[in-house]
């Protein structure tokens, strides 16, 4: 532990994944951390992601490569104790619409070229690669990619609680929103809406779809793509799924107390926010997800959706993570990113090393919310 790191007092808005990720790492490495979340942790993304932890499909070099190790310290996790039920490796199956084999067999192609985990499957050959699923659900093809898995952010945010509170963090739930204070051009701590002041050396600004707004009056512009998303876990149920299932019409995975957790994007336009900044779906959308979802289980059981929640899911406007420190305002970093599942370990090991150290990672340097300047 070096004087510096112990001399360190920073301060993260957010209890999300990224946010608790970055100062569990932090407080490991002798920080002194102050925590502090809008409402309850995980009460925003963090509690509603499907949290496939994955790099499938198409995306730039330098972000695929952040995944692949974000998979990776989850393995590290995972091996600890593999009978975490809320933390588990049964890999991905996804499939096209009818008629759309060719866009299958090509993303097999891609994946296999990037050196990815992938088999391209018959629907025959379903059931004997991995369990619970009905395979004339499948119009033409599918690709397994054995190495993905799944989190329960809920669960894992509250593993590392345990020792964030253990290593001496500072947690302050419900301080409403908060601003980030700044002197002299640079970031000095943040503020709540009720005049609670906290003074710190920096500041990581990690609050998912929030985060353009938290930076916006520093004069820093990041492009928000954000969509509204809900996420459904089902009541208990009989089921032998093991995969993230990710096909047309539903996207289904398996969630503590044999339960599934559901979501997908083609009933976006069914959602209203309401001007208090609430949301709400008509019930009989949430059943269609949900029967949806049974075609996808062998034997095709009733799905009931038990509960849902509905909110932003962050996603920059490129697309690719808003990850590092602001040129503009030095002491003040961002967390930005559509696969905070994934990267939520590695960004926020390799962020306490920036804030630590102040020298920057390289595998982080496409991302940097310069790019946007």
């Avoid at 808005?13 to 990224?18: F, N, Q, V, Y």
């Avoid at 019930?283 to 849902?308: C, M, R, T, Y």
């Avoid at 559509?338 to 090393?353: M, V």
Wanted: charged letters at 20%; aromatic letters at 6%; glycine letters at 12%.
């Amino acid at each position: 532990m070096s004087s510096t790191a112990s001399a360190k007092r920073v301060a993260i808005i957010g209890g999300g994944i990224l946010g608790v990720s970055t100062a569990v790492h932090l407080l490991r490495d002798g920080a002194s951390v102050i925590l502090l979340t809008e409402r309850g942790l995980a009460s925003e993304a963090s509690g509603r992601s499907l949290s496939w932890l994955n790099s499938a499909g198409e995306r730039s070099t330098p972000y695929h490569q952040l995944r692949v190790a974000g998979v990776d310290r989850y393995r590290t996790l995972f091996a600890a104790d593999p009978d975490r039920d809320w933390l588990q490796f049964g890999g991905g199956l996804m499939w096209n619409a009818a008629g759309q084999r060719a866009v299958t067999e090509a993303r097999h192609a891609y994946e296999k070229s990037v050196g990815y985990d992938s088999k391209l499957l018959s629907p025959d050959l379903i059931s004997s690669t991995t369990p619970g699923i009905d395979p004339d659900a499948v119009p033409d093809n599918a690709i397994f990619n054995p190495g993905e898995g799944w989190v329960s952010l809920p669960d894992l945010i509250d593993f590392m609680m345990e020792e964030f509170h253990a290593r001496g963090g500072e947690l302050v739930l419900n301080a409403g929103k908060v601003s980030v204070t700044v002197e002299a051009g640079r970031a000095t701590g943040v503020e709540t809406t009720a005049g609670g002041t906290y003074e710190a050396d920096a500041v990581l600004v990690a609050c998912g779809a929030a985060t353009p707004a938290v930076v916006a009056p520093l004069g820093v512009e990041i492009p928000n793509g954000s969509p509204v998303s809900m996420l459904v876990l089902t009541k208990p149920l009989d089921h032998k799924l093991k995969a993230v299932l990710n096909t047309p019409r539903a996207a289904v995975r398996p969630n503590p107390g044999n339960t599934l957790a559901l979501d997908h994007d083609w009933y976006e336009g069914h959602i209203t926010e309401h001007a208090d900044g609430s949301f709400s779906i008509p019930d009989d959308v949430v059943q269609e997800l949900a029967d949806e979802a049974s075609k996808l289980i062998a034997g095709n059981p009733e799905l009931k959706p038990a509960s849902w929640k509905i909110g932003y899911k962050p996603i920059p406007g490129d697309g690719e993570p808003v990850l590092g420190e602001l040129g503009q305002v030095p002491g003040c970093f961002v967390a930005f990113t559509h696969s905070g599942a994934t990267l939520g370990l590695i960004a926020g090991e390799l962020l306490a090393g920036e804030i630590i150290t102040g020298a920057k990672h390289p595998m982080l340097a496409t991302f940097r919310p310069g790019r946007f300047s």
